[in-house]
């Protein structure tokens, strides 16, 4: 069975830059490019139109930053995946691109073969963050008060499966299929797991299931 079609908007203020991930989604047979933007303020629009299913952003544009372009996008409630794609590798640009609601963060300088595939990961409902870049975001967040063990957190049992599907890389959909309930009810439960880990992103809830759930008894 064919994959399904990816509809995908670029926006980045580097032509440069914008011409070569064009061509690299070009080889991606599922992706098509139906959109480029030079700046945030028309990204924003061409988002809003065309309701892309994949959108790539630059995180520092001269008119209008990637952050509120993926804010405008979230606040439209478009079912539409953002992974900001950025040369930015400090870890508060990543922690703010992923508690405004992205759903990936790649850096510019990833080998092609790296970028394509996390990419494919993105648009199969995968959170995807460069590899170089967990560590930093595992440093940006100690030293916020959180719960320190399941225990204390007081997680279900199944919160506790959930977290495990959201330290997968998991979107709600996914994790509704695997469980077999509704997204709703995986939207409902998740908004309890950030609760209780004292979390405001579900990257931040995967960065700590991973400090703790896999830590030897």
Excluded: C
Excluded at 183 to 198: F, P, S
């Amino acid at each position: 069975m064919s994959e399904e079609i990816q509809r995908v908007v670029l926006v980045d203020d580097h032509p440069l830059f914008r011409k070569g991930l064009a061509q690299l989604l070009a080889t991606i047979p599922s992706f098509r490019l139906v959109g480029e933007a030079a700046g945030g303020v028309e990204g924003l629009a061409l988002a809003l139109r065309l309701a892309p299913d994949l959108l790539l952003l630059d995180l520092n544009m001269k008119d209008m930053s990637g952050l509120d372009v993926l804010r405008g996008v979230r606040a439209a409630q478009l079912d539409t995946r953002v992974v900001m794609v950025t040369v930015s590798d400090h870890g508060e640009d990543l922690v703010a691109a992923l508690r405004a609601g992205a759903d990936g963060y790649l850096l510019k300088d990833m080998e092609p073969e790296a970028m394509v595939a996390a990419l494919r990961e993105a648009a199969a409902g995968r959170i995807v963050i460069s590899e170089q870049l967990t560590h930093l975001m595992a440093v940006a967040l100690r030293g916020e008060s959180r719960p320190r063990s399941v225990e204390a957190a007081g997680l279900t049992e199944q919160e506790l499966r959930i977290l495990e599907h959201i330290a997968g890389g998991l979107s709600n959909k996914l994790i509704g299929r695997e469980l077999d309930i509704a997204e709703g009810t995986v939207k409902v439960h998740v908004k309890h797991i950030l609760r209780k880990l004292a979390v405001r992103s579900r990257v931040e809830a995967a960065v700590w299931a991973v400090e703790h759930l896999r830590a030897p008894a």
